[in-house]
């Protein structure tokens, strides 16, 4: 019993680690330069049928380190969540083919309300990215989600 | 117990060696004092309804502060309640809790400018004038409902030692010793000093000690000197009170219970005054130039267990330290019987308030008010996880600087013709105010569902205000005389008045919490749909209140109806345009403040008789006050055709005395008197369901006058009335302070 215990306290440790040393490193900011962002409507499959969608979210993003960090501003995945968030996606890998980025990614943990957001894992992630628009679609926990804006 | 029979054996024996000029000492002697009527008007005859309470009178009924002038003038209210702080003066139904009082309180011809040097120790007092109504064309600023000039003894006019002792069943004692000299005939000069120990009555059920007793000392040097048509009066005083306070009662509503008194975090209150007044006069046959010059100095600190329950939520510690210079010039004719009396004058004051009001936020406090509010909202979407605030406690400073300036010309002439008096006046004032403030707190928080450690979060809101005030202050009146000028008269008044702006230092720590809340909001990338991290007032601009203002309608009379009866009688009708009241913001905040929210209206009549019959003397004092508001709308809910708070209906004040007056090498004199003050309704909130019934204070005195020793023994509210004097709302609960109890006392004065 006690062997099972250390390891799962060995295992909550080092995704503990993990989670710290991975933690929220990009430079997008809390407060968003609005003429920069992408700003369009974000549609999220309330898995009963039902679609719940938010208008004017913004999006911005960034290139560090040979990944794309994507923030989305103020969002809302359901009606009845009586607060809005900022969730930042980091790490998206991407191909550039004349100014247009292409997004994949897959089991990347959001961030948001100061830490990582397990829960709502972002998975199946496509995208598109030019100068004037963007486009995302991923499964954001169980709810698929996706967004298109532009500037 | 032998402490007090050696003073007694030490006052009876000076008395039997002294000589009597007791009966010197109370006489009114009008017009000696050279420096008096610097504005002039004989309250009892001038246009304007006037209690004027001479020395024998205040020591006969035993007044020892401003507030125990309540009732005794009609429509007169200071409730007692809180501590020296406290000033809260209601006149014909106008008043204010906090900032800008409708009274303006005069000492030796120099206006006391912040309210918080209102509640000092009377003693030596030679004559107190109570002007009833907008006085804002003679005094300017902050005298709405009225003013009241307070004369001092002066060396000028009685010469010798007054010594005075007092004790009361509240284990309170009060004492005081003057010396008055006249070392040259044109020079006198006078040194007094006071102390007083209160008791207290009420108990800290927490600590199981008293919480409102307190010791206060005072001390004042006069000098004046006069040649020719020169005059020089100059008056140095200084005060200090250290006292508990805050005795406020937790009140259930569901079960209309008045808890004990309860809370865990010390309070008092500190307070250093010194107050320097110069006056110089100069007359000649044609006109009288007076200058008044002063200095006052005001340092305090306000302790408080803000919540007043034995939780740890939140205390504050106020500290104000103010410097303030006026000066005033008034030239007027010199001859009182010229057809035409006029009277200009300009004032200019500076006054540089620096200001601290830290707010501790303690564990119930961080709970209830701040991480409690944001859980509240988090728990609908992740129930299993918190906010948390990793500091036992954090304190949200809030420091002030607030210089404020001003000045006033005005100008009022009065014209005889026949039996009529017709009078004008006008002043104009001028205000600027100024406040910088920086309110900062740092606390580090976690949200454990996504965050492994605390995060430091700094919130800071800084910044300055600056405002102009511009009044305009006109004054008409009619007088017609019976018949010779000693019979009285019936007069007619329309005047105008003014509380001035200011601002709202005591919302800060409130708006900070609020920025604190959307601080971390933002740091957490999140916005709430609800109202968290919101409050009334989110800008340093929306804590400016402007002037209040009233215009005043008022006719009476100052009648002499028969030998020994003089009335006075009045009816008044008051119209209050932006009316400044205090506001509580929603929810469960902890700040107050001041808003000019409302418009409203006063009627009222007020009655003043006394009869004098041998040894028998009369006195009525009767007011009755309709206060409601026109309109005021708080969000809430509609509160006009109420009743303004705080304020009471009736004020009744009977005073019924005998003096006998023995031939007797030993005893001269023995008076009995016995008084009813009577003091209600006060509707304690906008909304007019709580209020304060109309109560009766019962009290009596004996009086025994040996040569120059007078034994008083006295007594007030002997029927132990239970009432209340105050209620508020802080952190969404409700509170009453309640009156003095039963007290009984001796006192002796001396006065060789």
Redesign the interface.
């Known amino acids: 019993m006690n062997k099972i215990k250390n390891l799962f306290l060995l295992v909550a440790a080092a995704l503990t680690f993990a989670a710290c040393e991975n933690g929220h490193e990009n430079n997008l900011p809390n407060n968003p330069n609005h003429k920069e962002c992408y700003e369009g409507k974000m549609v999220v499959d309330q898995n009963d049928g039902s679609f719940y969608e938010q208008n004017s979210v913004e999006v911005d993003y960034e290139i560090y380190d040979g990944k794309i960090n994507f923030a989305m501003y103020k969002v809302k995945f359901a009606s009845g969540m009586p607060l809005k968030l900022d969730m930042v996606v980091e790490g998206v890998d991407f191909e550039e083919n004349n100014g247009v980025y292409t997004l994949s990614a897959d089991g990347v943990v959001p961030y948001a309300m100061g830490g990582p957001f397990e829960q709502f894992t972002i998975t199946q992630l496509t995208g598109e990215i030019t100068e004037t628009t963007m486009t995302l679609d991923f499964l954001c926990g169980e709810y698929p989600v996706t967004y298109s804006g532009s500037k | 117990m032998k402490r007090w029979i050696t003073i007694i054996a030490i006052f009876i024996a000076s008395s039997l060696a002294a000589q009597t000029h007791t009966e010197t000492l109370y006489r009114d002697i009008e017009g000696v004092e050279i420096t008096a009527s610097l504005k002039g008007e004989k309250g009892d005859a001038a246009p304007v309804s006037a209690t004027i309470l001479p020395m024998l009178k205040l020591e006969e009924r035993g007044v020892t502060s401003v507030k125990e002038i309540s009732a005794l003038s009609p429509n007169f209210y200071q409730p007692e309640y809180g501590s020296s702080i406290t000033s809260s003066i209601y006149v014909r139904g106008f008043g204010s809790r906090i900032d800008q009082p409708v009274l303006g309180v005069i000492i030796d011809n120099v206006p006391v400018m912040n309210k918080n040097a209102f509640d000092f120790d009377f003693y030596d007092i030679r004559r107190v004038e109570l002007l009833r109504g907008p006085q804002g064309t003679l005094y300017g600023r902050n005298t709405s409902g009225g003013v009241m000039n307070i004369t001092t003894l002066s060396p000028l006019v009685w010469q010798g030692v007054r010594t005075m002792a007092e004790y009361s069943t509240v284990a309170s004692y009060r004492t005081s010793a003057a010396y008055y000299a006249l070392p040259r005939n044109n020079f006198g000069i006078s040194v007094a000093a006071a102390f007083t120990h209160d008791g207290g009555h009420t108990l800290n059920a927490f600590t199981d000690e008293i919480c409102d007793s307190g010791n206060s000392g005072s001390a004042r040097v006069r000098m004046q000197w006069h040649r020719g048509a020169w005059s020089l009066d100059n008056t140095l005083s200084a005060g200090y009170t250290s006292e508990g306070g805050y005795a406020y009662h937790h009140y259930d509503p569901t079960t209309h219970h008045i808890e004990d008194v309860e809370y865990n975090d010390p309070s008092s209150y500190k307070r250093l005054t010194i107050n320097e007044g110069f006056t110089a006069q100069y007359v000649n046959n044609k006109v009288r130039v007076s200058s008044v010059t002063s200095y006052q100095y005001l340092d305090d600190t306000m302790t408080l267990d803000q919540d007043f329950s034995p939780k740890s939520m939140f205390t504050m510690q106020q500290m104000q330290r103010e410097h303030t210079i006026t000066e005033e010039i008034v030239i007027r004719n010199s001859n009182e019987n010229d057809k035409w009396q006029w009277l200009s004058g300009a004032f200019i004051f500076a006054k540089w308030l620096d200001m601290s009001s830290p707010v501790t936020f303690k564990e119930d406090g961080i709970n209830d008010l701040i991480v409690g509010n944001i859980n509240e909202?988090?728990h609908?979407?992740f129930p299993d996880n918190n906010m948390t605030i990793r500091e036992d406690s954090f304190v949200i400073n809030s420091d002030f600087k607030i210089p404020t300036y001003g000045a006033a010309l005005y100008h009022q002439s009065s014209y005889r013709l026949n039996r009529w008096n017709f009078t004008a006046g006008l002043r104009l004032d001028f205000e600027a105010a100024q406040m910088r403030y920086n309110s900062n707190a740092t606390v580090n928080y976690?949200?454990d569902?996504?965050?492994?450690?605390f995060?430091q979060l700094q919130s800071t809101f800084a910044g300055n205000e600056n405002d102009t005030f511009f009044e305009i202050l006109p004054k008409i009146a009619v007088q017609y005389y019976y018949g010779s000028r000693d019979r009285g008269n019936v007069y007619a008044t329309v005047t105008r008045g003014y509380k001035a702006g200011g601002y709202n230092t005591q919302i800060f720590s409130d708006i900070l919490q609020a920025q604190m809340m959307n601080d971390m909001m933002?740091?957490?990338?999140?916005?709430?749909?609800?109202a968290v991290g919101t409050t009334t007032y989110d800008s340093a601009s929306a804590t400016r209140y402007k002037p209040e203002t009233t215009w005043n309608f008022e006719i009476g009379t100052h009648l002499n109806a028969a030998k020994g009866l003089h009335i006075d009688a009045s009816m008044f009708w008051i119209e209050c345009f932006d009316q400044q009241v205090t506001v509580l913001p929603k929810g469960k905040n902890t700040g107050r403040m001041m808003s000019n929210a409302a418009r409203s209206r006063s009627i009222g009549a007020e009655l003043s008789a006394d009869y004098s019959y041998k040894g028998l003397n009369i006195n009525l004092n009767y007011g009755y006050t309709n206060a409601k508001f026109r309109k005021y709308n708080d969000g809430n809910a509609d509160y006009a055709g109420k009743f303004l708070p705080y304020a009471p209906q009736n004020t009744i004040n009977v005073v019924i005395a005998h003096t006998w007056r023995f031939d007797n090498d030993n005893i001269q004199m023995l008076t009995l008197s016995a008084d009813w003050r009577g003091i209600g309704s006060i509707y304690w909130d906008e909304s007019n369901t709580l209020k304060q019934p109309f109560y009766s204070l019962l009290g009596a005195n004996i009086s025994l006058r040996m040569r120059d020793l007078t034994l008083t023994l006295w007594g007030r509210n002997l029927t132990n009335t239970r009432y209340n004097t105050f209620y508020f709302k802080s952190v969404g609960e409700e509170f009453f302070s309640q009156g003095r109890p039963i007290e009984v006392g001796i006192r002796l004065n001396l006065n060789i």
Not at chain 2, 449 to 453: F, G, K, P, V
Not at chain 2, 522 to 530: M, R
């Open positions: 909202n988090i609908k979407v976690m949200f569902y996504t965050m492994s450690d995060k933002s740091d957490l990338g999140i916005e709430l749909d609800s």
